[in-house]
T-cell receptor, first 113, second 116 residues
């Protein structure tokens, strides 16, 4: 079945540091890939997505590129802020009716001033 | 703004006492989902509605049921809550289409359920 593997956390960075959060996936078909972010006490928000190979999703300074050859969708940001502190989930969804999200375990990012 | 609204944000119930959580959406999305999220874990899908078609996950306990009386509203009923059911419950919606998988899900802020 489908699965998503995220790097182990938590991650603690200083403000303005470079961020990389690794995500790899296993899928039977040709999935769409997503990064969701969850701030404390809130639901999940879509951060960015990519629906085909070599697509780059970007939002709020975050980027991730759909790499079919390495089955990866790593999240990057050049300069993190304290307000980026949250839990980040990588997820995939197979195309087709009644498709469902398969989530990674999530990783907690803490950014200190 | 169009959104997914969950009420209440916090719900306390007694062990074994039925409880209902509600979700409404103004996005006019065909698909609505219920997830259970325990501390430091990813959301776990309980079931979803595709229009009026109910789709239960194989490992969702019978204690959990859902109703969708119309497009805008969906309810999660827990018939006899146990201590292990204490969690955040998230509602989400998505737009259907030929390639539904590439449509993102839109989440509410969740209801945190506590069991006394």
């Amino acid at each position: 079945g489908d699965s998503v593997t995220q790097m182990e956390g938590p991650v603690t960075l200083s403000e303005e540091a470079f961020l990389t959060i690794n995500c790899t996936y296993t899928a039977t078909g040709y999935p769409s890939l997503f990064w969701y972010v969850q701030y404390p006490g809130e639901g999940l928000q879509l951060l960015l997505k990519a629906t085909k190979a070599d697509d780059k999703g970007s939002n709020k300074g975050f980027e991730a590129t759909y790499r079919k050859e390495t089955t990866s969708f790593h999240l990057e940001k050049g300069s993190v802020q304290v307000s980026d502190s949250a839990v980040y989930f990588c997820a995939l969804s197979e195309n087709g009716a009644n498709s469902k999200l398969t989530f990674g375990k999530g990783i907690t990012l803490s950014v200190r001033p | 703004d169009a959104m997914v609204i969950q009420n209440p944000r916090y719900q306390v119930t007694q062990f074994g006492k039925p409880v209902t959580l509600s979700c409404s959406q103004t996005l006019n999305h065909n698909v609505m989902y219920w997830y259970q999220q325990k501390s430091s874990q990813a959301p776990k899908l309980l079931f979803h509605y595709y229009d009026k078609d109910f789709n239960n996950e194989a490992d969702t306990p019978d204690n959990f049921q859902s109703r969708r009386p119309n497009t805008s509203f969906c309810f999660l009923d827990i018939r006899s809550p146990g201590l292990g059911d204490a969690a955040m419950y998230l509602c989400a919606t998505s737009r259907d289409g030929q390639f539904q998988g590439n449509q993102p899900q839109h989440f509410g802020d969740g209801t945190r359920l506590s069991i006394l």
